[in-house]
């Protein structure tokens, strides 16, 4: 008999085709390419509203036991945002906006709000559907589970609409992979057109919320562009509440043109008095925690002090993030409120403790969707660093143009506002503000910010702006757009190679402009005198003489005004000494051997290892108390050693600041040289009276 081969296995790929072939019914193949009619054998066990089950993300609804203890706003906050998007809702008037977007900076509590908004609706027999996006829930970061999710609803609030649904979906088991608009327009439209022919005065709210937080830009915009029109026609039984940041691509998706007639804008950024709500909030929590918490009988009366609840609300600007996770941190119940406190304040260390987390992890988020991070963060340094605000300052220092600066910061739309500001005295220019003034406290502190950290940007910046007036780009260009940043920024910079370089090399006629800015050889000095070189002061010592002889030349007033330091006496001791030697050998025709060069003067009294400035108070810079101006005139009592060091120290330079309207500012250096006693106010209306000045005059903040 003939011996049969045993038969063989069909390649790989031969085995995955057939595999892939397996459920196809009336597959057909035409040359290279193939045509396959896919079964719907999967779906025909199951009816329509099983199909539908199955599409829904259970963790987007507003009752969701997977969003357990949602946020909410707390009882008598975000009462007046919530009034006014409830009288929207029920339309005691004849409904002229059938879509309103409720937007702020991240943190501000837009999801508390549509929470509570869900919440009163129910409250109030008001029929709602929502759908909560959470970008890190992978069940409800994308738009597919959208129209499922709120079908589902609309079916348990409406269940006439249930034979229409599942009608449709049986009829398409494959709706669910169409287009958002055709499932839209399939399962909702139609289905709640139908029950409006029965029920003209039905009404229905769909809660849109974390739109920012749904996977893909596009994608953002065409679920806004799809739903503005369906409703532009305003004959349905149905509106939306959206709920997001302020991020670009929304912006323009929520555009005035393309929503005309059916928009309603809330900006929480602007208006709802978001400060008065923080404190409502703050005071209520402590005392909780006071009632309840384990240690609560340990806590003294006075506890928390009013200046420890003032910098938390100040650290908020405005956003209910920062004082929740404050709150959060507080309420720990293995640990003491009071320590806590005190790690918040920052007056003893966090230890392996992460008071933070969840705001850097938000931080964190936003950071990560940039592009070019390193121009990001270099441009984050010097506005944290310089103190400067204005958008052209910072494009004249990176030799940029406005728009780049701009372009640059439109990812962190959420965290970082630019808005276009006309000052008096005809100066027009975009100012940049940060929304949160822990984003500051964040990017500064390498345990928090890790890779997104800017501590070591400060030198690199300093070696910038030498290179830039080594090229002469100062030398020609106005007063007004001189950059006098550098004595700030060189607070902040470690001494390295390059930067010693650029230091001897630079020659104070390069920037002869700057010299004349109010503070500039103050600050100036104030940085070069707290970097050790090694030499025990040689170098500080000749960079000094070299910058004094030069102003004491150009700008004798600003030598004036600082004479009295000590290290600053001496050198002009010095030099007066050799001019006076110098003009009596010349009187005797002889040559002075015994003038000191700038390159071999040493002063004995500075020592670069002390702290800077720490000799006696030298005669400083008084604010007159008029209500418009600022004057700068010389006083007999200037700041203390430690006020003055206060200035010059890197550790404890930057403070900031909230207006009414919750936009952060960063307080100059220079306010911190004032009295320590001094009350919060007081600074930030000192603070204010320098930016008057400085864009009278058309300054930067230098």
Request: glycine residues 4%.
């Amino acid at each position: 008999m003939p011996t049969l081969s045993k038969p063989v296995n069909p390649p790989a790929h031969l085995q995955q085709t057939a595999e892939f072939f397996s459920h196809a019914e009336h597959s057909m193949i035409y040359g290279n390419s193939f045509n396959v009619h896919q079964s719907t054998t999967q779906y025909a066990e199951k009816n329509g509203f099983q199909i539908l089950q199955e599409n829904v993300a259970t963790a987007a609804f507003h009752n969701s036991k997977e969003r357990f203890n949602p946020p909410r706003c707390h009882e008598h906050t975000r009462e007046a945002v919530l009034d006014e998007i409830f009288e929207w809702i029920i339309g005691n008037v004849p409904r002229e906006t059938w879509i309103a977007w409720l937007n702020g900076a991240a943190g501000a509590g837009k999801s508390a709000i549509c929470q509570s908004i869900a919440e009163r609706c129910i409250l109030h027999g008001i029929l709602v559907a929502s759908f909560f996006f959470f970008r890190t829930d992978s069940t409800r970061n994308t738009i597919d589970p959208l129209i499922a999710t709120l079908a589902y609803q609309i079916i348990q609030l409406l269940p006439e609409t249930k034979k229409n649904i599942v009608e449709a979906i049986e009829s398409n088991p494959l709706i669910f992979k169409q287009s958002f608009e055709a499932q839209l327009d399939t399962l909702i439209v139609r289905s709640l057109r139908l029950l409006q022919l029965s029920d003209p005065a039905l009404k229905l709210l769909l809660i849109i919320d974390g739109v920012d937080e749904c996977n893909g830009a596009d994608t953002q915009t065409n679920l806004i562009h799809t739903m503005a029109k369906i409703l532009r026609a305003k004959n349905l039984p149905f509106i939306v509440l959206f709920g997001s940041r302020r991020e670009n691509q929304l912006v323009m998706a929520f555009n005035p043109r393309d929503m005309k007639g059916i928009l309603m804008q809330l900006r929480l950024d602007d208006n709802y008095h978001a400060e008065e709500d923080i404190i409502r909030f703050l005071n209520d929590s402590f005392d909780k925690i006071k009632e309840t918490h384990p240690f609560g009988k340990r806590l003294s009366t006075d506890w928390p002090l009013p200046d420890h609840v003032e910098k938390i609300v100040n650290k908020a600007s405005g956003q209910f993030i920062y004082a929740s996770v404050v709150i959060d941190f507080l309420s720990a119940p293995i640990y003491n409120p009071s320590i806590q406190l005190e790690i918040v304040c920052g007056l003893r260390p966090s230890g392996r403790l992460t008071p933070f987390s969840q705001l850097d992890a938000l931080y964190c988020h936003i950071f990560a969707q940039v592009e070019d991070i390193l121009a990001t963060l270099n441009v984050l340094a010097y506005l944290i660093f310089s103190y400067s605000r204005r958008v052209d300052v910072v494009a004249r220092f990176f030799d940029y143009e406005d728009a780049n600066v701009l372009s640059i910061l439109a990812p962190l739309a959420s965290v970082i506002h630019c808005e276009f500001i006309h000052y008096e005295f005809g100066l027009d220019a975009y100012e940049i503000t940060f929304r949160h003034a822990s984003l500051v406290d964040f990017l500064c502190d390498q345990g928090r910010s890790g890779e997104y950290c800017i501590n070591t940007f400060a030198t690199p910046l300093c070696i910038r702006w030498f290179k830039a007036a080594e090229a002469g780009r100062f030398r020609d260009i106005p007063y007004e757009e001189q950059d006098g940043t550098l004595p700030y920024i060189l607070l902040h910079a470690e001494v390295t190679d390059e930067l010693y370089a650029s230091l001897i090399s630079y020659t104070p006629s390069q920037t002869r402009a700057v010299y004349g800015m109010q503070n500039f050889l103050m600050m100036f000095l104030g940085g070069i005198s707290r970097m050790d070189f090694g030499d025990s002061g040689k170098t500080n010592n000749s960079l000094f003489s070299t910058i004094l002889r030069y102003v004491k030349m150009e700008f004798p007033r600003e030598v004036e005004i600082i004479k009295n330091v000590p290290i600053v006496h001496e050198i002009l001791a010095q030099l007066v000494a050799e001019e006076e030697a110098d003009l009596s050998h010349r009187q005797a025709g002889t040559p002075n051997t015994n003038s000191a060069s700038e390159e071999t003067m040493e002063v004995s009294v500075f020592d670069a290892r002390a702290s800077p400035l720490s000799m006696e108070a030298p005669s400083g810079v008084h604010l007159s108390p008029s209500v418009g101006d600022v004057e700068l005139e010389e006083v007999p009592e200037a700041p203390t050693s430690s006020q003055l060091n206060n200035v010059c120290q890197p550790g404890g330079i930057v403070s900031t600041t909230v207006d009414s309207h919750g936009i952060v500012d960063v307080i100059p250096p220079s306010s911190e040289a004032f009295p320590q006693e001094t009350s919060l106010p007081n600074k930030r209306a000192l603070v204010s009276r320098i930016k008057m000045w400085l864009r009278k005059w058309g300054r930067s903040r230098t």
